[in-house]
């Protein structure tokens, strides 16, 4: 039971992502769906949405690092791992251990993998990274024969082989259809169908779902956000959003005509207003830049006014209000919502860093809808833990 005396708190509706789920698993057909829980699972909270979706058919899970793998590993998740990025020689081993599937993501890597491998524990398990135009990590296209006979000719486990597109979020982009027809050209010299091929994010799952290959990486389509707006737009499904962020009212005042607030003075009322402040601030992710975004008072939006303090900003009510009113940020209303969307345009950046950058001392607790489907939304509410 975790306790928190602060009301501010990122709330997870965990049947949003199974929802987001099964979308895809329906969309994506014979192929299985891969989820992407790297970054704290987009900042979601990594065990409980491991939870999830295991329970709800996925059987691998991919992530960012060594490190998290591990993590998920020690905490007894058992489901088939891949670390997406680079792994050091020091891991090798481990990653034999704990039976994590690493990334080969270069040649050179695979030179020093093999030179590590430790020969009394099973053999390294891992899929290999193909360079196709997003020019990250991966063997280049002209390197793949030479590491498939390198792969061959050591002890590996070659279980996978991926790549990772770099446009596929964008209207009819030149790049995206070079990198399918370079991915084409490798798989036909790939003759070992217990291969497992994989190819699309969530942009490419939602656009292209001819592409799904055996696998499918989704990831922040699982968390209800759209890759881009343009993708937004196309699909016929409605994304759930599974982040809210809230807080309560700690203060409520009247700002009289021409006084100033906050740091800086920069804001000064023209008639008299009441003004409300709220635990949250950058030190939260709530960042400065956010100074005039929206958020949702009785279902009402009203701004964030002055700048932005490290624990602490203020709004400008429409009328007077009391302590411990609930204060939206993200999520919905009554009519009105607040989208992660809405934020990224506010700060000029996409949606995918918004949860990414809610700090620790958020507190996030988890919503399970379905399991209470016999309360009210508002007794739901009280089984948050
Ligand atoms: C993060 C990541 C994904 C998931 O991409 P989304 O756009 O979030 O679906 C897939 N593959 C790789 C290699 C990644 O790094």
Known sequence: MVENYRPTKAVIDLTAIKSN???????????????????????????????????????????????EALFLRNQGIDTELLVLGATSSQFIPIAQQHNIIVTAISLDWLSMAARHIEQNSDPLKIHLKVDTGMRRIGVQVDEVEEAFGFIADHDFDFKGIFTHFATADEKDSPLFSQQVNAMNTILDK????????????????????????????????????????????????????????????????????????????????????????????????????????????????????GRICMDQCMIRLSEKSSIGEKVQLIGRQGNQQILIDEWAAKLDTIPYEIPCILTKRVPRVYLEKAEFSDFSFQQSDKMLR
């Open 21 to 67: 789920l099964t979308y895809f698993q329906e969309k994506s057909g014979d192929a299985e769906v891969i989820a992407v829980v790297k970054a704290d699972a987009y900042g979601h909270g990594v065990l409980e949405v491991v939870k999830t979706v295991v329970a709800h058919g996925v059987r691998m899970l991919a992530v960012a690092t060594p490190d």
């Open 190 to 305: 790939l003759d070992d169908p217990s291969v497992k091929v994989h190819i699309s994010n969530s942009a490419a799952a939602i656009m292209h779902p001819d592409l799904a290959c055996d696998a499918v990486r989704i990831g922040i389509s699982l968390y209800g956000i759209a890759p881009s707006p343009y993708v937004g737009e196309e699909m016929n499904f409605d994304l759930q959003p599974a982040l809210s962020l809230e807080t309560e009212m700690i203060h409520v005042k009247k700002l009289k005509a021409g006084e100033t607030l906050s740091y800086g003075a920069t804001y000064r009322a023209e008639k008299d207003e009441w003004i409300a402040t709220i635990p949250i601030g950058y030190a939260d992710g709530m960042l400065r830049g956010l100074q005039g975004q929206d958020v949702l008072v009785k279902g009402q939006r009203v701004p964030i006014i």
